[in-house]
């Protein structure tokens, strides 16, 4: 199964962007799906994991109560609505498969698989 981002683009602080992550083929073997975005310099960071199972969201700090992960089972893609963008949001953004069935541990990039190419986000100022 590959994972393919889309809907990056640069926007002014404040707007707001809707990034997809789309799987290519079926997801049973997975248990959700997370978004981790990248800066220039700066290492990969979680953003965001919407667990199958029971349709668990989690967020990072920094994103709460701006973006909203979201899925939708018959297009087998996985929604990231982001809104009052800041400057500091700009990045690569990410999806990848949840391997743990256990949301524990939900920021380690380790159980995650199937990594896409990723989306670019640039907010400026």
């Known amino acids: 199964v590959q994972l393919q981002a889309s809907g990056g683009g640069r926007v002014q602080a404040g707007g707001s962007l809707r990034l997809s992550c789309a799987a290519s083929?079926?997801?049973?073997?997975?248990?959700?799906v997370g978004w981790f975005r990248q800066a220039p310099g700066k290492d990969r960071e979680f953003v965001a994991l919407?667990?199958?199972?029971?349709?668990?969201?989690i967020y990072a700090d920094s994103v709460t109560g701006r973006f909203t992960i979201s899925r939708d089972v018959d297009r087998n893609t996985v929604y990231l609505q982001m809104n009052s963008l800041k400057p500091e949001d700009t990045a690569v953004y990410l999806c990848?498969?949840?391997?743990?069935?256990?949301?524990?541990?939900?920021?380690?990039?380790?159980?995650?698989?199937?990594w896409g190419q990723g989306t670019l986000v640039t907010v400026s100022s």
């Open positions: 990848a498969l949840r391997s743990s069935r256990s949301s524990s541990f939900y920021s380690r990039s380790s159980l995650y698989r199937n």
């Open positions: 083929g079926p997801t049973s073997n997975s248990y959700g």
């Open positions: 919407i667990m199958f199972e029971d349709d668990k969201r």
